[in-house]
């Protein structure tokens, strides 16, 4: 996985709350049994103005001009300011993987879905929460001004506007450090397999039908 | 010893390995389908790693799978890109000893409805899946969670999972539910009454007396719509109806190893005086038989009420939200419920696809025809076996002579992957659990009720009371 540690980048509002993963990528793109080339249809419904389907040419369809995504001054962004409950619904990774490949490094909201959040971090991602006050904040800074940046550093756990402003955000230790280091999580999880072989063991005498 | 809430026992009874509140957890049971499965694989195969315990794993295809004519077998779906996820898993499961039901086997449905239907999912158990909706085996008194593919890919290399433990949340349901109103109604007023988000970061163990009152389908129903109120868990403690329902199954313990598993099960429980982080009531005497209105499961209401104005949103933030519902929706502030009409009816999903949802709306649509302005209405069984039990009593012949379709298991117009989907500004009562923008074809308007409310609704054309209805 992708190390993470410091991020200096362009920010994009999305104003709505409960933006729900089928919004993110909509189904029909789930057909596909590869892990890359969301992007292009990342928020389709939203970002197009024809239906998108598998196999279109997505550079040759017609955009919404009134979807934020597509405004000039938005291209190009690294990081997505929302509101709550941001990642609702469905487990697909196909979420993170279009939000990612679209060029989203860090999402900003006041609370995520819990699966949505688990997932971003397996992709080198960077949920942040912060407090719904701080991110109101934001999105009256992003409009006022074009061009608008945040710095997000993990290491210090800080998201630093252009004026200095800090804000902190918490996140857990053991994810912060793998996040830092780019660490695979199967491969560290395989150095503990005698533990792994010791629990089985135990368990399968605790309750054989388990294993039959 | 400190009392433990029925998660607090799940989780710690499985953890391999905990430091700094990260905890490695033993997976007993996964679940594998067709759309989170396949770069899962390709991970695993990539990185040459092996699986950890082949027989843990169940596999079924169900997103894809056309609900018609299926003579031609996987050859025979349309479209190609469905065939090819299809044809993927079938590989994948030959390759690895996986074991599959394959598209044309009775035992084929929606992996919410196999794995108990199967006796595959077990109190005790810890069962994962690449699907939020997981969440529904945990009526079994089992720790059933949703995972994203990167951690697929990791129970299947490790028959782990790294888990941070999730606070603990007690819904509780006390007194009797009235006639009509169903799990899916106590689901629905229990998010409208937390909120989407309310459950999120919690376990919800939903208890009391019209929880034990419920049949095991029933409890599948609400513990599989636990997701749609935030949490990753729903659980319901082990008592007699769960017991009951696993014996015989085809997975189940057999002979002396179901006497000691039933010893163990009898535990799985919360203990007298155990604390919960947070503690919802609700009367079942109040609830209504419930109807979203909204493009979120928390936009609900009774029956007998309206589609709110914007004064009772309780800030900015919701108020933009509920503006854009009115016009997805198409729907207009104070509008009765019951004066909406319907294009469409849909009867399936791993809510509310088993047995005892076909037989309810059976009873309802038994004699009647859908009317005139329902364009389709259709039945999907939640697997191959719900459908030969429902053809044995009969219910197929009832559905069809009352208009509706009669399809083959599978999750259908639940996400709409496969042909069956609503066209734009089409409006569905839908015994679905997600009413998202597009979730059933794009532009499509989906409302979430029960399955005697859609059948209902299908026979009057518009929303109407089940109670009262006849
Ligand atoms: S029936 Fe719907 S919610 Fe259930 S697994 Fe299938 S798509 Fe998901």
Redesign the pocket.
Known sequence: MQAFTRLNGLVAPLDRANVDTDAIIP?QFLKSIKRSGFGPNAFDEWRYLDHGEPGMDNSKRKLNPDFVLNKPRYQGASILLTRENFGCG?SREHAPWALEDFGFKVIVASSFADIFYNNCFKNGMLPIVLPAHAVDALFDAVSGQVGYQLNIDLEKQIVMTPDGKTYTFEVDKVRKHNLLNGLDDIGLTMQQQNKIKAFETKHKLAQPWLFS | MAAKTLYDKLFDSHIVTEENGTALIYIDRHLV?EVTSPQAFEGLKLANRKVWRVNSILAVP??NVPTTNRSTGVAGIADSISRLQVQTLDENCAEYGVTEFKMNDVRQG???VIGPEQGATLPGMTVVCG???TS?HGAFGALAHGIGTSEVEHVLATQCLVQKKSKAMLVRVEGTLQKGVTAKDIALAVIGKTGTAGGTGYAIEFAGLAIRALSMEGRMTLC?MAIEAGARAGIIAVDDTTINYIKGRPFAPKAAQWDAAVKYWRTLHSDVGAKFDAVVELNAQDIQPQVTWGTSPEMVVGVDGKVPSLDMAKNEVQRADWTRAYTYMGLQANTPMSEITIDKVFI????N?RIEDLRAASVVVKGKHIAPNVKLALVVP?SGLVKAQAEQEGLDKIFIAAGFEWREP???M??A?NADKLAPGERCAST???NFEGRQGQGGRTHLVSPQMAAAAAVAGHFVDVRTFS
Do not use: A, E, P, Y
């Open positions: 189904k469905s | 389908h169900d997103h929606i992996v919410h699907d939020s909706h529904t599989n399936g999903s791993c809510t696809s939640g599978g999750c259908s639940c996400l992957m679905s659990n997600r």
